[in-house]
C-alpha cells in the first residue's frame, strides 16, 4: 500500500546542492523526483540526515530538510521536504547586491 499523499513525477536532470550548515560549496546532484512538497535527489556524497540544503535548478531555488539519506548502488539517495521555493534567482541575487552596496554606502557615510 502507497501511503504517499501527493503524487511525484519523475525526473532526471542534474542540479546543486549545497548543505547550508557546511562550509563545502555546491555538490553536483540528480534531481530525480519531484512532488508538491518533496524532491529526491541522487548525489556522490551523503548529505546530513536533518541538515537544511539549498538546491538549484535553473531559475528555481529549494530550500529544505533532508529527511532521510541512503546508499545505492550508484550513489546516495535523498529525500527533502521543501521549505520555500525562489523563482527567478537572479532577480533575488540582483536585489541582494544591491542591498548589500547600499547598506556599505550608508556603514561608510556613518563613520565619515
Not at 35 to 58: A, C, F, N, Q, W
Request: hydrophobic residues 35%.
Amino acid at each position: 500500500m502507497d501511503r504517499r499523499y501527493e503524487p511525484r513525477f519523475p525526473a532526471n536532470r542534474p542540479v546543486r546542492v549545497r548543505v547550508l550548515s557546511g562550509a563545502e560549496g555546491f555538490l553536483a546532484a540528480t534531481l530525480c523526483e519531484v512532488s508538491g512538497s518533496g524532491l529526491r535527489l541522487l548525489t556522490d556524497r551523503p548529505l546530513p540526515v536533518g541538515g537544511t540544503v539549498e538546491i538549484e535548478d535553473g531559475d528555481l531555488t529549494w530550500l529544505g530538510e533532508v529527511c532521510y539519506c541512503n546508499a545505492q548502488r550508484d550513489g546516495f539517495a535523498s529525500g527533502i521536504r521543501v521549505e520555500h521555493r525562489l523563482t527567478l534567482t537572479e532577480d533575488l541575487l540582483r536585489l541582494a547586491r544591491q542591498l548589500r552596496l547600499e547598506q556599505g554606502v550608508a556603514a561608510e557615510k556613518q563613520t565619515d
